[in-house]
């Protein structure tokens, strides 16, 4: 039987997904932005907004949808999977309460304290601003302040890296937040491992490394992710025998304690001195990491999602012995003062060998058009992260004006800093 998929979602994650399902399923797709991409491979595609449960599954119901793919997190926390699973629908992505552990960063650290995960750094949840500033002034060594709510990876101050104490409770007093999370600084180098999961079975996937920084060099403000790497090995080059195990391990016991999680769990770590830790987990792929993840898949995706529904093992995951660079290009301003609506050119015939991503953007009749977020990636296959590279970075010719880029991603000098920065503490 041929399976209808029905993708929730329109960024440049969403992208990779539809282009890794697509020849397998008859495919549609909702979002609240029009993505080239998505429509030149779905069936059809429908303008609904990711959280706007009822109409999400009214559009399954009218496509006869026999399974779902959930991108983003804002359609998880608005409860989208536990309204399509009611209707009949098996959504690959976690209800509501399971998500938690992604849209709720104090409930995700008492979880991973209450049942022993390991890797949690030490914390104190606040919901009086004026006690977490306290918190600051008496806490004996830096501090991560991080609003408990959904930010959009921008919401993390970090005292000693991003920003001074005096900074952070000014942020805190202005910010206005419910609550938030005041964490231990973990200083190291961040990585990101995916897995599959239904059913208390994992199936993990290669270790990423994203680009949280808006500018070269890693300077400026935390964006969503300005462009990713990974290996050819399912570890990294800065990773030591041990590490990506470690990693895999926390994961499992995540989902030990929550048996009833579906979909992708992504867990971002900092690899400290002793070994990894956890920054956070997602409930969803990453965006940019799921465009390094899905085209190195060779096991079908689909066939993941139907075991997941129907309750079978999950399949054993192949994966190409390739690396890959991701680098995105967003709009001019961005994060924090974005260009949005403005009329973009994306030269497709310059992207050569690498494989192009359409992201936030907007497909109107006269052209393509960007949103507040990201607008596209290109993404380099090769043998090793330096050849991947230079297909990515050869591909980012297609951004024409108004987009600006990382250059740096990938490169073998920012690989050599990451190397030389873990050997480094690992030596002090
Ligand atoms: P999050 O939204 O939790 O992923 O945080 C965004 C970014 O803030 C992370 O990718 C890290 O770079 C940084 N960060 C978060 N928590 C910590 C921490 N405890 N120590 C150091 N950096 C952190
Ligand atoms: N790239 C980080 C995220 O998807 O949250």
């Known amino acids: 039987m041929t399976e209808t998929v029905l993708l929730v979602g329109g960024g440049g994650r969403e992208h990779a997904i539809a282009r890794s399902l697509a020849g397998d399923c008859d495919l549609y797709a909702c979002a609240s932005n029009r993505n080239p991409g998505i429509r030149r491979l779905a069936e059809g595609t429908a303008v609904i907004d990711e959280t706007a449960v009822e109409e999400i599954v009214d559009y399954a119901t009218e496509v006869e949808a026999t399974l779902a793919v959930i991108g983003p997190e804002s359609a998880l926390e608005a409860g989208v999977a536990d309204a399509l699973d009611d209707a009949g629908v098996y959504a690959f992505g976690p209800r509501e309460a399971e998500a938690r552990i992604e849209t709720d960063k104090a409930y995700q650290r008492r979880f991973m304290r209450d049942n022993d995960v390991p890797g949690c750094p030490a914390f104190e949840t606040f919901e009086d601003m004026e006690a ?14 991080k609003p408990a709510g959904l930010t959009g990876g921008k919401g993390v101050r970090v005292i000693g890296d991003q920003v001074t104490p005096e900074e952070a409770k000014a942020y805190l007093r202005d910010a206005d937040y419910d609550r938030v999370v005041l964490e231990e600084r973990l200083v190291g180098e961040e990585f990101t491992v995916q897995a599959f999961v239904a059913d208390g ?32 090995s399912l570890d990294l080059p800065f990773m030591a025998e041990g590490d990506y ?4 391990e926390i994961i499992q016991a995540v989902v030990d304690a929550l048996p009833e999680y579906k979909g992708v769990l992504y867990g971002q770590f900092m690899l400290t001195v002793d070994g990894p830790k956890v920054v956070e987990f997602n409930a969803r792929f990453g965006d940019p990491e799921a465009m390094n993840t899905l085209p190195v898949l060779r096991t079908p995706f689909i066939d993941v999602l139907t075991a997941a529904r129907d309750g079978e093992s999950l399949p054993d995951l192949n994966f190409e012995k390739q690396a890959t660079v991701c680098k995105y290009a967003v709009p001019e301003g961005y994060p924090t003062d974005p260009v949005a609506g403005a009329r973009i050119e994306v030269d497709e015939e310059s992207v050569g060998n690498a494989l192009l991503f359409y992201a936030s953007v907007d497909e109107r009749d006269d052209g393509i058009y960007t949103t507040t977020s990201r607008s596209f990636a290109v993404v380099g296959l090769g043998n090793t992260i330096t050849k991947a590279e230079g297909i990515a970075d050869g591909a980012l010719a297609a951004a024409g004006e108004g987009l600006r880029v990382r250059h740096d991603i990938g490169k073998r000098e920012l690989l050599r800093e990451r190397i030389d920065h873990m050997n480094e503490l690992r030596t002090s």
């Not at 195990?245 to 895999?248: G, I, K």
């Open 132 to 145: 977490a500033c306290d918190y600051i002034d008496s806490f004996d060594g830096d501090l991560a302040v």
């Open 201 to 232: 079975d994992v199936r993990v996937t290669p270790a990423v490394q994203d680009h949280k920084r808006a500018y070269e060099g890693d300077e400026g403000p935390n964006t969503g992710g300005m462009g990713s790497y990974s290996d050819a």
């Open 245 to 248: 195990a470690a990693a895999v």
